[in-house]
């Protein structure tokens, strides 16, 4: 029995999505942070972060959205989302590192201060900051696409998965995204992807 420990449209998509992927079944216990869910004792047992998403897998329990998607791809589908070798492994690793240190907080203050705090929570300049912030990584990420498909091997991965999930907060939140020509194309081969519209048709699209 696999059971996600949290609500779809956060970060749990990228794990939800990893899983459509790779088609393997899994229920939802909706662990909801904005109803402290997240900070009762039974949600601290699993994760003393308090945080979503939580993985369980027949009583194995592991936090941190990156890890719980290594896991998962390294483990399963023949291999279909992970590398084909060491260096490629490390590649993956590197880009979706990159992705959780930098990139991944940017692209949810970004949302955050756009449109899904309330209104009075919302703050001009930490929006301008995560636009700010975001500008440098996304050209990195688009110097590096513009003469390939995909981050790693030339087939979609796991990183590719990471990355446009973690960019897709920004995006639906209106982030001008055109003049990365090469990062915007890639962005929409993932996010077109068969599972991932499966996943949101079954779970909302993201909003924080
Ligand atoms: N680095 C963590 C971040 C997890 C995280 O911040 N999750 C948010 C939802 S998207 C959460 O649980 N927030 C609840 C809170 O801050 O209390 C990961 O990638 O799993």
């Known amino acids: 029995m696999r059971i996600i420990h949290g609500i779809p449209y956060t970060r749990v ?9 790779l088609g393997l079944d899994y229920e939802i216990n909706p662990v909801n942070p904005m109803t ?10 699993r994760n003393p972060n308090g945080l979503i ?21 390294k483990n399963n589908g023949d291999g279909l989302l992970w590398a084909t070798d060491p260096r490629e492994e490390a590649q993956i690793i590197q880009w979706c590192v990159f992705g959780s240190s930098s ?63 973690m960019l897709d907060y920004p995006l639906k939140a209106g982030y001008d995204m055109s003049e990365y020509t090469a990062l915007q194309v ?8 068969p599972a991932r519209i499966q996943m949101e048709a079954k779970h909302g699209g993201v909003k924080l």
């Open 103 to 165: 990139i991944d907080k940017p692209a949810v203050n970004y949302i955050l201060h756009k449109q899904a705090l309330p209104e009075e929570m919302r703050d001009a300049a930490s929006l301008r900051a995560a636009h700010e912030a975001l500008v440098p990584l996304l050209k990195v990420l688009n110097d590096h696409l513009v003469s390939r498909e995909y981050l790693v091997g030339e087939r979609f991965t796991i990183a590719d998965l990471n990355l446009s999930a």
């Open 186 to 193: 890639w962005l929409g081969r993932c996010l077109e992807r």
């Open 53 to 73: 998403p939580v993985l369980e897998e027949d009583g194995f329990v592991l936090w941190e959205s990156m890890a719980i998607n290594f896991y998962l791809a």
């Open 13 to 21: 998509n990228y794990v939800v999505w990893a899983m459509k992927e």
């Open 36 to 45: 402290g869910e997240t900070k009762k004792p039974e949600h601290l047992a």
